[in-house]
């Protein structure tokens, strides 16, 4: 029986292919189930070589099959809510397998605390943002195992090059968290100070290549300082817990944040309550937001504030949700939108509305609506049961 794919509805183009996704993820955990039971059949005697039933079968190779193997095994055993959900098509394939490399590392307590944190808003969010949200579960359920691997992987830090075509080529720094959040910094403020000074006739991401080129090859910087955010709790940084740190977006260890919150001359610490995850610590009589608003609106929103955009808060415009002077210049009424957003918003035909303070709701131009969520700065804690007797 095929598949009606003609509609008259412009939306039902857009419904029904999200229809098909639902179904897609069905039937793939569905094999996977298949899968993880043929590979527990043959586990005693087939000397190893199920992969390559399965590679031929599938017509993949016998890398990829072993790797699908792994990864049934790994869904039918360790997550099953994850599992459960991909049948019910809740969940894309590739955000599963997402969630189980990550805790590929870790024991199985540990992989379902990590499944229990993210597989709530997993299904809403892009790959970039299911990435964070892992990288910052793992951190936050196994601090010490996190730690203990980062001072493994540190070890491992390296440069290496690739090609990639028409004469072109990619150079690769592998390097702690910290360090690339530091680089990525000092390049792009760099490209934007150069670009924002006219006559640049490159685009800011040849400005950006070309800082990094010139970097590395020792030409002078102007002596410009980057300024990163250190995102981190006060009671990590007074050892009374384990919480993770960020450093601009990148989780951090607990004892990583530690050791760059004593740098203070290089790092902008962003303290966060710990039990709600905000910044601890605004309307203004004119449209420009001052510096001390658009910095806390930065740090606050993070990323654009667009459905799914992970582009970063302090590459974004301030955009007043209610047009000024209709609406104040303040906190409330500000939001980070990335110059393609903030143009679908005034020239696509895409509204926003403030639900409450950190929400919104986008009407796309064809009707559907998109909710955004704020996300915490940093992950709150859950405060401990009172031991005192209930009022009555």
């Known amino acids: 029986m095929g598949i009606q794919t003609h509609f008259a509805d412009t939306r039902d183009l857009l419904g029904n292919a999200v229809l098909l996704q639902k179904m897609i ?11 993880a039971d043929f590979a527990r059949t043959t586990a005693d005697s087939d000397g190893g070589f199920a992969c390559h039933e399965v590679a031929t079968l599938l017509h993949i190779t ?40 990550a805790v590929e590392p870790l024991s199985d307590e540990h992989a379902a605390a990590v499944e229990r944190r993210v597989l709530g808003k997993a299904p809403s969010q892009t790959p970039t943002q299911l990435r964070n949200a892992l990288a910052k579960a793992v951190l936050a359920v196994d601090p010490e195992g996190a730690e203990e691997r980062r001072q493994e992987k540190r070890r491992d830090r390296r ?14 720094l592998h390097h702690t968290a910290e360090q690339i959040a530091a680089c990525h910094a000092h390049i792009t403020g760099r490209a934007r100070h150069l670009k924002a ?29 980057v300024e990163v955010h250190l995102t981190v709790p006060a009671t990590t940084i007074a050892g009374v817990d384990q919480q993770p740190g960020e450093v601009d977006g990148l989780p951090v260890t607990a004892q990583a944040a530690r050791d760059l919150a004593a740098e203070a001359d290089r790092w902008r ?39 799914g955009c992970t582009r970063r808060a302090r590459r974004c415009d301030i955009d007043h949700t209610t047009r000024w002077p209709d609406g104040p210049t303040c906190e409330a009424n500000c939001a980070c939108l990335c110059r393609r957003h903030h143009r ?29 969520a704020p996300e915490p700065v940093m992950e709150p804690t859950v405060p401990p049961p009172r031991d005192d007797p209930p009022p009555f």
């Open 25 to 35: 993820g069905h039937y793939q955990g569905v094999q996977l189930e298949l899968l």
């Open 62 to 101: 016998d890398y990829a099959a072993d790797h699908r193997l792994r990864f049934a095994i790994t869904l039918t055993s360790r997550l099953p809510n994850t599992l459960a959900l991909l049948k019910e098509g809740g969940l894309e394939e590739y955000k599963a397998q997402l969630i189980a490399k």
């Open 159 to 172: 440069v290496s090059s690739q090609p990639t075509e028409d004469g072109m080529a990619m150079l690769i």
């Open 197 to 225: 000074a006219g006559n640049e006739p490159r685009t800011l991401s040849e400005i950006e290549a070309d800082v990094a080129a010139d970097l590395l090859c020792g030409a002078g910087t102007g002596g410009r300082v």
């Open 269 to 307: 610490w962003i303290r966060t309550d710990p039990t709600t995850g905000q910044v601890t610590d605004l309307t203004y009589p004119r449209y420009e937001p001052p510096e001390v608003l658009k910095t806390f609106v930065q740090v606050r929103d993070r990323t654009c504030r667009f459905p």
């Open 344 to 372: 679908a918003k005034h020239e696509g035909g895409w509204q926003i509305k403030p639900i409450k303070p950190g929400w919104y709701r986008w009407t796309s131009p064809l009707g559907f609506e998109h909710v955004v």
